[in-house]
């Protein structure tokens, strides 16, 4: 069930789109302004409202670490912001000067997209905040993108109808004509899914468009040329253009917000209307799961973003204790610190935890002089129950089996992975051994047994991090 538990009315004209960090909301509007609020409350943060756009803001996204807030206008500019203090970091001009309408962080933090009414699309560098790479899209305005979860890819979307996937080198890899009237969202999912058809595990994929329509897709790496976009199904219930889109954190509900005003919510696995929401008064423009927490943000040419709670039976991913073994703690960021405080009913230390940089290592290391000293808590009791939840996780840790997680496991060989590659079947292998099966002129999966579609192998950088993080933990701890 979702229950309206709050609205923001502060904007003074239509609100164009809202993105959550684990700890803020920012919502952005025709009135030039990106107002952040803190989830704690939903009151605005001291340094909000953020002005520095000449003309209507279209869209704003934070970075992955949510220490970065990006937002887009009309007046042709990208501006990079500080989360901590509001801070104008950069001003990234558009080449063409042309009305910026999307922008989008890669998972790393490592690339901006910025994608104009122009057709052209912008990759910029954000340790430099210089123009990495530009292109342009076939026809029409670019206003929508996503990127993969790994990084490799991302799509855009055109008000012409067409899904363009391009790499992380700005190279066009597949163009499909997707919505007849023009799309206006896509997200991808952060949860890989498998084709019971095939065995394989795909990314999911969300469009709409201006036919009404929300379709679902399966995309793939499927050989040397590029990658495979393949249609799955197509999710009715909206009776006018569908405005937005957006995928939940654990990819099992996508959101959707029409011209019709009403945002519906939907099971991905099966199609089903899970929810209707009717409140908006007028277009629903935009709308936004957060990422760790039953919250959902929906915001409306009516200038209000209403904010709706889940009563879910399952926790939140990324909001549970349970969680906590999937990462190293001493490598938790510093919204997975943020996670860790809602779960301990601790959320009022979440802003003074993020302002004072406190990620999984500095958690770890808090002891009752640094709590009364350099985070200022004055209450013994309150350092107390921090300290006693610290103690907790530290003694957790130590009970956390020394097995080695199956998914470092080369299938192949059995063997922790050193240097992991993602083969055309969608599992993931340690190189040599998947070039030695390769090279016996074998071309099908080891794990299915099927024809390998292609037998390009491309580099699992996620979860070569996780194995090094998963490496470092343990001999810290043995």
């Given at each position: 069930?979702?229950?309206?538990?709050?609205?923001?009315?502060?904007?003074?004209?239509?609100?164009?789109?809202?993105?959550?960090?684990?700890?803020?909301?920012?919502?952005?509007?025709?009135?030039?302004?990106?107002?952040?609020?803190?989830?704690?409350?939903?009151?605005?943060?001291?340094?909000?409202?953020?002005?520095?756009?000449?003309?209507?803001?279209?869209?704003?996204?934070?970075?992955?670490?949510?220490?970065?807030?990006?937002?887009?206008?009309?007046?042709?500019?990208?501006?990079?912001?500080?989360?901590?203090?509001?801070?104008?970091?950069?001003?990234?001009?558009?080449?063409?000067?042309?009305?910026?309408?999307?922008?989008?962080?890669?998972?790393?933090?490592?690339?901006?997209?910025?994608?104009?009414?122009?057709g052209s699309v912008v990759l910029w560098n954000m340790q430099s905040l210089k123009l990495y790479?530009?292109?342009?899209?076939?026809?029409?305005?670019?206003?929508?993108?996503?990127?993969?979860?790994?990084?490799?890819?991302?799509?855009?979307?055109?008000?012409?109808?067409?899904?363009?996937?391009?790499?992380?080198?700005?190279?066009?890899?597949?163009?499909?004509?997707?919505?007849?009237?023009?799309?206006?969202?896509?997200?991808?999912?952060?949860?890989?899914?498998?084709?019971?058809?095939?065995?394989?595990?795909?990314?999911?994929?969300?469009?709409?468009?201006?036919?009404?329509?929300?379709?679902?897709?399966?995309?793939?790496?499927?050989?040397?040329?590029?990658?495979?976009?393949?249609?799955?199904?197509?999710?009715?219930?909206?009776?006018?253009?569908?405005?937005?889109?957006?995928?939940?954190?654990?990819?099992?509900?996508?959101?959707?917000?029409?011209?019709?005003?009403?945002?519906?919510?939907?099971?991905?696995?099966?199609?089903?209307?899970?929810?209707?929401?009717?409140?908006?008064?007028?277009?629903?423009?935009?709308?936004?799961?957060?990422?760790?927490?039953?919250?959902?943000?929906?915001?409306?040419?009516?200038?209000?973003?209403?904010?709706?709670?889940?009563?879910?039976?399952?926790?939140?991913?990324?909001?549970?204790?349970?969680?906590?073994?999937?990462?190293?703690?001493?490598?938790?960021?510093?919204?997975?610190?943020?996670?860790?405080?809602?779960?301990?009913?601790?959320?009022?230390?979440?802003?003074?935890?993020?302002?004072?940089?406190?990620?999984?290592?500095?958690?770890?290391?808090?002891t009752k002089e640094s709590l009364t000293n350099e985070l200022k808590i004055e209450s013994l009791?309150?350092?107390?129950?921090?300290?006693?939840?610290?103690?907790?996780?530290?003694?957790?840790?130590?009970?956390?089996?020394?097995?080695?997680?199956?998914?470092?496991?080369?299938?192949?060989?059995?063997?922790?992975?050193?240097?992991?590659?993602?083969?055309?079947?969608?599992?993931?292998?340690?190189?040599?051994?998947?070039?030695?099966?390769?090279?016996?002129?074998?071309?099908?999966?080891?794990?299915?047994?099927?024809?390998?579609?292609?037998?390009?192998?491309?580099?699992?950088?996620?979860?070569?991090?996780?194995?090094?993080?998963?490496?470092?933990?343990?001999?810290?701890?043995?």
């Amino acid at each position: 069930m979702a229950t309206l538990i709050h609205t923001l009315a502060d904007h003074s004209d239509d609100v164009n789109y809202c993105a959550f960090s684990s700890s803020c909301l920012a919502t952005c509007s025709l009135d030039k302004t990106i107002r952040v609020y803190s989830l704690n409350n939903f009151t605005e943060l001291p340094y909000s409202p953020l002005r520095g756009h000449t003309y209507a803001v279209h869209c704003c996204c934070f970075s992955p670490s949510g220490h970065v807030l990006a937002s887009c206008s009309t007046d042709g500019t990208t501006v990079v912001w500080d989360t901590h203090d509001g801070r104008m970091l950069a001003v990234l001009e558009q080449p063409s000067g042309s009305p910026v309408r999307v922008c989008r962080f890669s998972p790393e933090s490592t690339y901006l997209v910025s994608g104009a009414a122009d057709g052209s699309v912008v990759l910029w560098n954000m340790q430099s905040l210089k123009l990495y790479r530009s292109g342009n899209v076939k026809d029409g305005s670019l206003v929508a993108c996503a990127f993969s979860p790994n990084g490799n890819f991302f799509i855009t979307g055109s008000s012409c109808g067409d899904l363009t996937i391009w790499d992380d080198k700005m190279r066009c890899l597949y163009n499909e004509k997707a919505h007849d009237l023009g799309v206006s969202c896509c997200d991808i999912s952060s949860q890989p899914i498998s084709d019971g058809e095939h065995g394989f595990r795909y990314f999911q994929m969300a469009s709409c468009g201006q036919d009404n329509q929300i379709k679902l897709w399966l995309i793939l790496f499927a050989d040397f040329l590029g990658v495979e976009l393949k249609y799955k199904c197509t999710l009715n219930g909206h009776s006018a253009p569908v405005l937005a889109c957006a995928f939940s954190y654990d990819g099992q509900m996508l959101v959707s917000g029409s011209v019709d005003k009403c945002v519906i919510i939907h099971e991905t696995s099966t199609g089903n209307t899970l929810h209707t929401l009717s409140q908006h008064t007028r277009y629903v423009t935009t709308c936004a799961f957060a990422p760790y927490s039953p919250l959902l943000a929906t915001g409306s040419m009516d200038k209000t973003v209403n904010i709706w709670q889940f009563d879910l039976k399952q926790p939140c991913a990324g909001n549970t204790v349970e969680n906590e073994s999937k990462v190293a703690v001493e490598d938790w960021s510093e919204d997975d610190v943020s996670a860790w405080l809602c779960a301990q009913d601790l959320a009022d230390f979440v802003e003074l935890f993020k302002m004072n940089n406190i990620d999984g290592k500095e958690l770890l290391n808090l002891t009752k002089e640094s709590l009364t000293n350099e985070l200022k808590i004055e209450s013994l009791g309150l350092r107390s129950r921090v300290l006693q939840k610290i103690e907790e996780l530290r003694m957790k840790m130590m009970s956390v089996s020394v097995a080695i997680p199956d998914e470092f496991l080369c299938p192949i060989t059995r063997e922790l992975m050193k240097d992991p590659v993602i083969a055309a079947d969608g599992y993931s292998y340690e190189k040599e051994a998947m070039e030695n099966w390769i090279s016996n002129k074998r071309r099908s999966s080891p794990m299915t047994n099927l024809p390998l579609h292609s037998l390009m192998l491309t580099p699992n950088r996620t979860l070569k991090m996780a194995i090094s993080r998963w490496l470092e933990t343990q001999q810290k701890y043995s």
